[in-house]
């Protein structure tokens, strides 16, 4: 960490925050320059709160130098992570995976003609909500375990992975024998609870960045699920809330790029929530896989206006076949495979 003091700070001011300093357990170095004293404190800061030290008298400000994650930072697996699954699937690598899937799982036959979609495209995940987050408690909130049950039978016969999104820790349980990947939905990107069970279980998370979070913070949410020893963490761009309205949240595809740099986990793009329309999905994939996503996860349905969530934003099954041949050709020119 670096404290930076102000021009006119007096010998008591410096000495007492040196103190401060060394009482928290880290080195100081100081500097004295013409018109100001910089104070370096290396040492144990992951845990700090530095707000402390720019509340003493006589400080200008303090910047920390050290990520506050450790297990999520780029330096722990400077090679990258890639997360492998049980069939040879692999999401990190030099190959973009394909997620797609409905929103919600709602029926059989739904189910089964997107997994049969998913995979005549080339796809291997299979994604499908079936406990729904949904804003209002009158709408529609997914089938629970039976559809869970649809979804596993609906891969397993297209050599699928399942990927569901997980709500609460008593779901983890249940959950197990039908999917391969939890995901955690936007709005438990700081349930630190379910992150902390999480990072207990032997399977891949998938988690989605919160809605106002911000990288950072999206980072030390992964650290919690690593923290427990499971290292099979993906991470999701899924949009932003900003001032914008024209779209239904604001996909943030420069986070991929920072990602990449911070941390070895892998980046998942998801441009259906990112945008909610589902003429804007197409573009923000694209961008998104030009931008070094390591998979697309997209919504798909074969009567996507009837969809029983997130109708706007799902794409038509053909649709979907058009952009992962599109995905294929960026994929190539940025030197990935799909
Ligand atoms: C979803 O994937 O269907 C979902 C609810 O996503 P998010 O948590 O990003 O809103
Ligand atoms: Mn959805």
Redesign the pocket.
């Known amino acids: 960490m670096i404290v930076a003091m102000q021009e006119r700070a007096t010998e008591e001011q410096i000495d007492a925050v040196i103190d401060a300093m060394v009482e928290s357990g880290v080195n100081v170095h100081r500097t004295t320059g013409a018109s100001q004293t910089i104070l370096a404190g290396v040492g144990p800061t992951t845990g700090l709160d530095l707000r402390k030290f720019e509340l003493l008298s006589g400080v200008l400000y303090v910047h920390r130098i050290t990520a506050p994650y450790k297990l999520a930072g780029r330096a722990f697996r400077p090679e990258g992570t890639v997360v492998e699954f049980p069939n040879g699937a692999r999401i990190g690598g030099e190959q973009v995976a394909i997620i797609a899937g409905p929103?919600?799982i709602e029926n059989r036959d739904q189910i089964f003609t997107i997994a049969a979609c998913v995979k005549a495209a080339g796809g291997g995940f299979l994604?499908g909500?079936a406990y729904?987050?949904r804003s209002s408690p009158y709408a529609f909130q997914g089938l629970g375990i039976p559809g869970l049950e649809l979804m596993h039978e609906a891969a397993e016969a297209n050599g699928l992975l399942t990927v569901s999104?997980v709500m609460e820790i008593a779901q983890i349980e249940p959950m197990l024998p039908y999917v391969d990947c939890f995901?955690v939905?936007?709005?438990?990107m700081q349930n630190f609870n379910l992150l902390r069970e999480l990072g207990l279980v032997r399977k891949p998370v998938l988690l989605?960045r919160g809605?106002s979070a911000n990288i950072e913070e999206l980072l030390l949410s992964s650290e919690y699920i690593l923290a427990g020893g499971n290292y099979d963490v993906i991470l999701?761009e899924?949009?932003i809330r900003t001032y914008e309205t024209s779209t239904r949240n604001t996909m943030d595809i420069a986070a991929i790029p920072v990602v990449h740099k911070l941390s070895h986990l892998p980046m998942v793009a998801?441009p259906?929530?990112g945008t909610g329309r589902r003429d804007m999905v197409p573009p923000m994939a694209k961008a998104a896989v030009a931008a070094g996503a390591d998979a697309i996860?997209v919504?798909i349905h074969p009567n996507a206006d009837k969809a029983a969530?997130?109708a706007a934003q799902t794409l038509y099954l053909d649709q979907f076949e058009k952009l992962v041949g599109e995905l294929r050709v960026i994929a190539t020119a940025v030197g990935r495979t799909l």
């Open positions: 929103c919600a994604r909500g729904k987050p999104e995901q939905g936007a709005r438990n989605k809605m999701c899924r949009g998801d259906s929530h996860m919504e969530s997130d």
